[in-house]
């Protein structure tokens, strides 16, 4: 089988456009929360590009100006930051940020599938290891829409792969959010044939790239080296 793989990162950084500094002007600190990006996330997906020799497709504007990884018409496309700002300034944002970066990942999954039987799209992010006082025992997580027979046998395989290979993380299905939520995958689904698209989101859990060095290492090795066999298994 001819397998196409495209790989993208939407919370990959936190740069705020200069036509918008004034309203992050007293809140920088924000931007270098999880609130302004997904930590360890774009380290991770570069690791992906580099054992798997594809194209990373990253957005390095942060979420708290506009949302990649949400629809148009969610209401947390704007966060409390942006929501103050008139329908001409969103429409900038939209038209110079959200949709080239979004069109840009439907784009290269429309050209792979003109060339490929299967498209496997991972989204890669990363997520706080506490919220709302709840301590989240995932380490890693893989989201995926259970109606979605193919995206259900990649993560299924990819998990399994994990476990075999005796991987010290816990490894969990659609934690720590539901892989129907909304986001840039859950979107190219309803775009692409279900069973040539398969979009998956990884979610990692940041203690590990903010605490801990070693460990963090091992976890890039365990995520990348189990999805590349993952996909060779799938090819032959």
């Known amino acids: 089988m001819r397998l ?31 609130r302004g990006y997904d930590p360890g996330a774009h380290a991770l997906a570069q690791a992906f590009a ?8 990253a957005q390095s504007v942060t979420r708290l ?11 947390t496309l704007f966060s409390p930051f942006t929501n103050p700002l008139s329908d001409k300034q969103r429409d900038q944002l939209l ?9 840009s990942v439907r784009t290269e999954v429309t050209r792979l599938l003109e060339r490929h039987d299967k498209v496997v799209h991972l ?71 279900r069973d040539r698209y398969a979009g998956i989101e990884l979610e990692v859990n940041q203690k590990y790239p903010r605490r801990n060095a070693r460990r963090w290492s091992d976890l890039q090795e365990t995520v990348t080296t189990s999805f590349a066999a993952v996909l060779k298994a799938l090819a032959t």
């Open 4 to 34: 196409g793989i495209v790989l993208s990162c939407e919370h990959a950084g936190n740069e705020v456009p200069s036509a918008f500094a004034d309203d992050f002007r007293a809140s920088r600190q924000t931007l270098g929360t999880h």
């Open 95 to 103: 038209a110079k940020h959200y949709r080239p970066y979004r069109n």
């Open 123 to 193: 989204s890669v992010h990363s997520f706080t290891p506490e919220l709302r006082g709840a301590v989240r025992t995932t380490d890693i997580g893989l989201l995926f829409d259970p109606t979605f027979a193919f995206e259900t046998d990649v993560c299924q395989r990819w998990r399994a792969t994990m476990v075999s290979a005796k991987t010290r993380f816990v490894v969990h299905d659609n934690e720590p959010y539901r892989g129907d939520g909304d986001g840039l995958t859950t979107t190219l689904r309803n775009e692409f044939p």
């Open 65 to 75: 100006l506009i949302d990649s990884n949400r629809s148009e018409n969610s209401p």
């Open 50 to 57: 580099s054992v798997l020799g594809v194209r990373l497709y």
